[in-house]
């Protein structure tokens, strides 16, 4: 049984969504800021004591301190198959760089961000032409399948089997900054192009270009085979 949804952080069409959806379904949801995870958050923990708790999107880390007081701790939903792709903006990265495949990981929290043991993943297809959102759709219904699964394992099993990331293996997926995010025609290939501007639609607002000195958001692109590409003059 669910005994709460808690949404840290500024209000969102994603949060809101959770808060309408908890709400038709009665499950109590508490909307906090990080400055409550060791007041608000830890006393709402004490009092319904739950089992595990599942952390999704949550932008801060949870304190140490309130590791314990879940019988089974804390578990993250990653974009990725870790330890590839550590950080805020998997799915930008995975895109940009024109990986063909990507995935879900669920993994037990530590004090380090996307650190802890794994318990479950699923390797999810790149198709060609994925944007950000079609593909971080496709990411939310494989990570509801495996998230149903796991909690199915923690439930029946005294112990779980969990697997330590390979610290050998570890990538980074920052924010993209605003230079991530550009495109560079004189250096990037027509493909990297369609990555970057697919990788960027629609949380990014596509890629960004230059047109007579301003700025322009480009969300979609198709790439086209010339015969001369370059005609001669």
């Known amino acids: 049984m669910i005994e709460a949804v808690v949404s840290v952080g500024d209000v969102n069409k994603y949060n809101m969504q959770l808060e309408q959806t908890s709400k038709h379904i009665n499950i109590p949801f508490v909307r906090l800021n990080k400055d409550q ?8 923990l004490l009092e319904t004591s739950p089992d595990l708790v599942l952390v999704f999107g949550l932008g801060c880390k949870v304190p140490s301190e309130l590791f314990t007081i879940p019988k089974k701790g804390f578990y993250n939903v990653h974009f990725s198959l870790l330890p590839a792709y550590r950080g805020h903006s998997p799915v930008f990265w995975q895109l940009k760089n024109g ?4 995935g879900v990981t669920i993994h037990k929290i530590n004090e380090k961000f996307d650190d802890g043991p794994i318990l479950a993943q699923k390797t999810v297809t790149i198709f060609p032409g ?11 219904i494989e990570s509801t399948m495996l998230i149903g699964n ?10 779980v089997f969990l697997t330590e990331q ?7 997926a920052p924010a993209p900054s ?4 550009k495109i560079h025609w004189e250096t990037q290939t027509a493909k990297e192009i369609e990555c970057l501007v697919n990788a960027g ?6 890629a960004v270009a ?3 000195g301003q700025p322009i958001h480009i969300l979609e692109v198709n790439m086209a085979l010339l015969n001369n590409p370059n005609p001669g003059g």
Do not use: H, V, W
């Open 37 to 44: 995870l060791l007041t608000d958050f830890k006393t709402l």
């Open 99 to 102: 990986e063909t495949t990507g």
């Open 130 to 140: 994925d944007s950000y959102g079609i593909f971080s759709a496709r990411l939310g």
């Open 150 to 159: 796991a909690m199915m394992e923690l439930n029946t099993q005294g112990e």
């Open 166 to 172: 390979d610290k050998e293996k570890i990538t980074y």
């Open 178 to 181: 605003l230079g991530d995010l």
């Open 201 to 206: 639609n629609p949380d990014y607002g596509g």
């Open 210 to 212: 230059l047109l007579r």
